[in-house]
């Protein structure tokens, strides 16, 4: 029961929206950011995926949309996944199979290398 309560907002008592797609949802501008997303997908050099198996609309096209328009995906998972598919034979593709605190952890000290030595 408490956890329900929680789910509520101490205010005015309505249910609170986690920022999710529901089963019985569709994808939109208002809840979901659709169009810009894919706007910027398309516009976008590097995507990187942490943590997503791809088995919704959105982020596959997203995906999509990176790849079409020459950008390059880093897939950071512990495992396989609908974006390995869709990367099979592409070029510009990074697969990084690990925790994504192990990954970004790591991919964070070398961006922060790249930027002490640039600054020398």
Known sequence: QKD???LKCKECGSWMRPNIL???EYYDEKTNKKFSSLKVAKNSG???I???SGATNLPMAIAETTLKYGGTIVDINTEDNLFTKLLKDKKNKIT???TSTEALKTIHEILHNV???EKK
Request: charged share 20%; aromatic share 16%.
């Open 4 to 6: 329900i309560e929680l």
């Open 22 to 24: 529901w089963f019985d």
């Open 46 to 48: 590097i995507l990187f």
């Open 50 to 52: 942490v943590g997503t």
């Open 96 to 98: 990084i199979r690990a």
């Open 115 to 117: 930027v002490q030595e």
